[in-house]
């Protein structure tokens, strides 16, 4: 398959020339379309920054980002601001949903930056919500919402737009685990329904072992790389366990 995103060479560096703190060194990958990718390394490692460089929230200090062929490192400004609303969605732990719009209007507003008409608004928004399971909610407020409810209103606004990539920041952190069941489920069956491509950030082995393939970052580098392939994933989160004790980490119950 064709690679959605594709990272190279990438470096990172913080701070002044006496105080310099490297937090990617030499990281490169490919993401398939239609691959489930998962992040994972402990406090520190450069998982976050990663996904910050790749959403071009924060940009690389050397190396290149690829996404849809085209290269991000060397857009700025307008054209970069145009090409992450088309080209990218957005999950995060906390929501991020405004309180003073409804569910509807939430998954909405994406389209409506966009200037997508008001006919085509309706119906994609309509369909994402069938999709997650959450066309009971659409007239209802964030704070009228259960925590599971907000996220998954969160990934129909990522959706939406049929964004090229789906980046998603620890978006089960917030979440008891019936309803982080129920949004990795959700996932699945984007990937698996809709094509989607979703690269997730996590620290929780339990996400991370509904992923296709999972990318371990120690001290800025690939440490290593799990794929699941005809594995079930309770013997891919055996492996996820294994490869978190080589890390030092502390993997979650499988639940």
Same mark, same amino acid.
């Given at each position: 398959?064709?690679?959605?995103?594709?990272?190279?060479?990438?470096?990172?560096?913080?701070?002044?020339?006496?105080?310099?703190?490297k937090a990617l060194?030499?990281?490169?990958?490919?993401?398939?379309?239609?691959?489930?990718?998962?992040?994972?390394?402990?406090?520190?490692?450069?998982?976050?920054?990663?996904?910050?460089?790749?959403?071009?929230?924060?940009?690389?200090?050397a190396g290149r =980002?690829? +996404?849809?062929?085209?290269?991000?490192?060397?857009?700025? *400004?307008?054209?970069? #601001? &145009?090409? %992450?609303?088309?080209?990218?969605?957005?999950?995060?732990?906390?929501?991020?949903?405004?309180?003073?719009?409804?569910?509807?209007?939430? =998954?909405? +507003?994406?389209?409506?930056?966009?200037?997508?008409?008001? *006919?085509?608004?309706? #119906? &994609?928004? %309509?369909e994402a919500a069938?999709?997650?399971?959450?066309?009971?909610?659409?007239?209802?407020?964030?704070?009228?919402?259960?925590?599971?409810?907000?996220?998954?209103?969160?990934?129909?606004?990522?959706?939406?737009?049929?964004?090229?990539?789906?980046?998603?920041?620890?978006?089960?952190?917030?979440?008891?685990?019936?309803?982080?069941?129920?949004?990795?489920?959700?996932?699945?069956?984007?990937?698996?329904?809709?094509?989607?491509?979703?690269?997730?950030?996590?620290?929780?082995?339990?996400?991370?072992?509904?992923?296709?393939?999972?990318?371990?970052?120690?001290?800025?580098?690939?440490?290593?790389?799990?794929?699941?392939?005809?594995?079930?994933?309770?013997?891919?989160?055996?492996?996820?366990?294994?490869?978190?004790?080589?890390?030092?980490?502390?993997?979650?119950?499988?639940?």
């Amino acid at each position: 398959m064709a690679a959605i995103l594709q990272a190279e060479n990438l470096e990172k560096y913080y701070g002044a020339k006496n105080n310099l703190t490297k937090a990617l060194d030499g990281v490169s990958f490919k993401v398939a379309a239609g691959e489930f990718l998962g992040v994972m390394g402990a406090s520190g490692s450069g998982k976050t920054t990663l996904l910050n460089c790749v959403s071009t929230i924060d940009s690389v200090t050397a190396g290149r =980002i690829l +996404l849809n062929g085209r290269d991000v490192t060397t857009m700025s *400004g307008k054209a970069l #601001a &145009r090409f %992450r609303r088309e080209t990218l969605g957005f999950i995060f732990q906390d929501f991020n949903l405004l309180d003073t719009l409804t569910a509807f209007e939430n =998954i909405a +507003l994406a389209l409506s930056i966009l200037r997508r008409p008001a *006919g085509d608004i309706e #119906a &994609r928004v %309509r369909e994402a919500a069938e999709v997650l399971g959450i066309t009971d909610v659409l007239e209802k407020f964030p704070y009228q919402m259960s925590g599971g409810q907000k996220q998954r209103v969160a990934c129909a606004r990522a959706i939406v737009t049929t964004p090229a990539l789906v980046l998603a920041d620890e978006p089960t952190g917030s979440l008891d685990s019936k309803s982080a069941r129920a949004l990795l489920e959700s996932f699945q069956h984007l990937v698996t329904s809709r094509g989607a491509t979703i690269l997730m950030v996590t620290h929780d082995a339990f996400s991370a072992s509904y992923c296709h393939r999972i990318l371990f970052v120690r001290d800025g580098r690939i440490f290593q790389e799990l794929v699941r392939g005809n594995e079930s994933r309770k013997a891919f989160f055996d492996q996820i366990i294994e490869v978190v004790s080589l890390l030092g980490g502390d993997g979650h119950d499988l639940r």
